[in-house]
């Protein structure tokens, strides 16, 4: 694992290189999702593939760039879904974006992941690890300095609600407002990396992007978004749902899939689950 997590470390550090050197225009090409490609976000993509393609442990890696999977080395244990530019359609208004790691044993899918990794990309460098413990690091320079470990809050103050509100249900319009009655305060940016970091360093709050009618099964991805997030907050002692069901027993049949998602500490997923559960 200490190979795969200092890779990360040295895909961050050219990461940061590009987008602070790089053209940030559109490519002329679609991802899986059917989003325009940054050439940024193409040139992310390929850092991370050369910096994986050096470690011997990583077996097959999946990334929101790349249609397909595509083996590295046969005899590796690791299979690791990435999102190299998360939030990428905010690069042009210089707000923080970020890149997301979930690391699986023998194959993907909820129930082997064994670590996940953000990295923060804002006025500073911040790296986020899973693995038993959920770990804060800070780019220093070109060193890494460890912080603190991160635990979340029973209850927290911060309402993070994606997805276009007028394709949002009625109940779970009721749940966001709900929540903003009882004194929390609205913290989205549109990119899930800062949005979900400011949660857990805050103490804790919720991050929503439902089923709306317009994407009934969500909009971010299970296997380099959502399982990721749900593994960090769990670790951290919050809680990460579908609506009703624990997102690391969700399963996958695509690597592109994607999934409505919650992510906060446990007071207010037991608002959320208390709502959906009658709906
Ligand atoms: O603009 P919306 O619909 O609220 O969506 C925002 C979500 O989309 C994303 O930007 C998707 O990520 P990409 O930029 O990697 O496609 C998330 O970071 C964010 O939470
Ligand atoms: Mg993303
Ligand atoms: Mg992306």
């Excluded at 990295?119 to 320079?141: I, S, T």
């Excluded at 549109?190 to 909009?219: C, N, R, W």
């Amino acid at each position: 694992m200490t190979d795969i997590f200092e890779a990360i470390q040295r895909s961050a550090i050219r990461i940061k290189n590009a987008i602070d050197t790089k053209d940030i225009g559109y490519s002329n090409q679609a991802n899986s999702s059917g989003e325009t490609q940054l050439q940024l976000d193409i040139q992310c993509d390929m850092i991370i593939e050369e910096e994986l393609s050096h470690v011997l442990s990583v077996n097959t890696i999946a990334s929101e760039e790349k249609e397909h999977p595509m083996q590295l080395n046969k005899n590796g244990k690791y299979f690791i879904a990435y999102d190299p530019l998360d939030g990428s359609s905010l690069i042009d208004v210089n707000l923080s974006v970020g890149t997301i790691y979930g690391i699986y044993e023998g194959d993907f899918g909820s129930k082997n992941m064994v670590a996940s990794c953000y990295v923060v990309h804002g006025p500073r460098v911040e790296m986020v690890f899973a693995h038993n413990k959920v770990k804060l690091h800070l780019l220093q320079g070109d060193n890494w300095e460890f912080v603190k470990e991160i635990r979340l809050s029973e209850k927290g103050k911060l309402n993070a609600p994606g997805g276009t509100q007028q394709n949002w249900t009625d109940y779970h319009k009721e749940m966001v407002d709900g929540l903003f009655k009882e004194g929390y305060r609205l913290r989205y940016s549109g990119g899930m990396v800062p949005d979900l970091h400011q949660i857990l360093l805050k103490g804790g709050g919720l991050f929503s992007y439902p089923a709306t009618s317009d994407k009934p099964e969500g909009k971010l991805r299970r296997l380099f978004e959502v399982f990721p997030f749900a593994f960090i907050y769990k670790l951290a002692g919050g809680e990460a749902i579908n609506g009703k069901e624990d997102l690391m027993t969700l399963s996958h049949a695509h690597v592109h899939d994607t999934s409505p998602c919650f992510f906060g500490s446990k007071y207010e997923i037991q608002r959320v689950k208390e709502v959906y559960a009658n709906n």
